[in-house]
Structure formats: structure tokens, C-alpha cells
């Protein structure tokens, strides 16, 4: 199928370090993105990892990626209450523009 | 990377109406997006606009209920057509930016729509 699955909900602790994971759907999908939506606003891109990657760091954001399980997580170190916002997963399989996102992972942050 | 403005960022509709919603970007781009987030629930893809040519629409998505324009390569506009509380929904404009090779989609603020 179609579906890019994600966890509904994840709680932490303001200073403690946040995992949210993501199953995609196509092997051969040559970037996956990680995108933030605060209430109210769009999506604003975080991060992106090309599909030869098993890893990228980029300031407190680390993305995983294990292609053979087509799995993806964003780790974000250090979370803070700025950081409560809804967080997609998306791919972008060959051959095509479209992106197909996953359900969206709701990260509250607990001061 | 580009600054995309939407507007109305939000608007209560009656049933029946119709409302037509702005996109402007901030530099020239081939391909801009329209995507349909209902509440709780993930991104669609309703349609392509690509300059000088129809849109392309996705599966579910019609041209008479969702009319696109796109008069040139920096605006485009959504319409929603003869709403009902089923179209209650942010709707949001994208484009594809390929800065040094990366492809990309960078989003508008989106157009949050009630149907009452």
C-alpha cells in the first residue's frame, strides 16, 4: 500500500532527547524528509537524508535510516517546548514529484 | 529558499459558496502543489499547476469542485467550489526547489477553511 505510518503521539521532558520513527513505503525512494508543522502554520522542512545515507547529524537533529527494514527516525537531542509541533515523515519515490507523507507524529515537550 | 504567501490564511465559508484561495511566490518556479490537510490526518496532493497548461489533478480530485489557476510562473490559485463542512480543511501551496541538485518542497502557511 500506500501508507507512510508513524506513531500518533510522543511526550518528553524539556531537556531530554526525542525519538520519533517512521515506516515508509517504497525501497527505492531516493530522499526522505522529515518536515515540522507548528499550530497554526505550514510545513517547514527540518531535514532530508539521500537514500545511500544510514545517517545524518545536522546541529541537535540526527536522522536514521535503515533501508532494509524502510525505516526512518529523526532524534532531536535536548528537546525544548519550542520544539512541540507535529513532525511528518515523507518520500519521495522514483519517477515521480509526489511526495507521500506519513500521519504525522504530535510531539508535546513537558516543561 | 523561496517565501511562499497564501492568503486568506483563514476564512468561515458558507455552505454552497465558493472560496478562492492565493498563492504567491517570491521567485519563479516550474511546478507549484496544492495540498489538502483535513483535521488530524496527513497531507493530499490534489493537484499540479504548471504554467501555460491545465492542471494535473490526483484521484478523488475533480476540476469543477477544486478549478486551478496558474497565469504565470510566480502565482497560482485554488477554488473551492459549492463547499460543504466536508471541505473544512487547511489547504496549503507548494513548490519544488532544487538548490544545487536537492529536490525539495518548501510550503505556504497554509489557508485554514471552515464550512459551517
Known amino acids: 500500500g500506500e501508507d507512510v505510518e508513524q506513531s500518533l503521539f510522543l511526550s518528553v521532558r524539556e531537556g531530554d532527547s526525542s525519538v520519533i520513527n517512521c515506516t515508509y513505503t517504497?525501497?527505492?525512494?531516493?530522499?526522505l524528509y522529515w518536515y515540522k508543522q507548528e499550530p497554526g502554520a505550514g510545513l517547514q522542512l527540518l531535514t532530508y537524508?539521500?537514500?545511500?545515507?544510514d545517517m545524518k547529524q545536522d546541529q541537535r537533529l540526527t536522522v536514521l535510516l535503515n533501508k532494509k527494514d524502510k525505516h526512518l527516525s529523526l532524534r532531536i537531542a535536548d528537546t525544548q517546548t519550542g520544539d512541540s509541533a507535529i513532525y511528518f515523515c515523507?518520500?519521495?519515490?522514483?519517477?515521480?514529484?509526489?511526495?507521500?507523507f506519513g500521519t504525522g507524529t504530535r510531539l508535546k515537550v513537558l516543561a | 529558499s523561496a517565501v511562499i504567501s497564501q492568503k486568506p490564511s483563514r476564512d468561515i465559508c458558507q455552505r454552497g459558496t465558493s472560496l478562492t484561495i492565493q498563492c504567491q511566490v517570491d521567485?519563479?518556479?516550474?511546478?507549484m502543489f496544492w495540498y489538502r490537510q483535513q483535521p488530524g490526518q496527513s497531507l493530499t496532493l490534489i493537484a499540479t499547476?504548471?504554467?501555460?497548461?491545465?492542471?494535473?489533478?490526483e484521484s478523488g480530485f475533480v476540476i469543477d469542485k477544486f478549478p486551478i489557476s496558474r497565469p504565470n510562473l510566480t502565482f497560482s490559485t485554488l477554488t473551492v467550489s459549492n463547499m460543504s463542512p466536508e471541505d473544512s480543511s487547511i489547504y496549503l501551496c507548494?513548490?519544488?526547489?532544487?538548490?544545487?541538485?536537492?529536490?525539495?518542497?518548501?510550503f505556504g502557511s497554509g489557508t485554514r477553511l471552515t464550512v459551517v
Open positions: 521567485s519563479q518556479v516550474t511546478m
Open positions: 515523507a518520500e519521495n519515490p522514483p519517477g515521480t514529484y509526489k511526495y507521500i
Open positions: 499547476a504548471n504554467q501555460g497548461s491545465e492542471a494535473t489533478y
Open positions: 537524508i539521500f537514500s545511500n545515507m
Open positions: 507548494s513548490v519544488e526547489e532544487r538548490p544545487g541538485g536537492f529536490y525539495g518542497y518548501t
Open positions: 517504497d525501497s527505492s525512494s531516493t530522499y
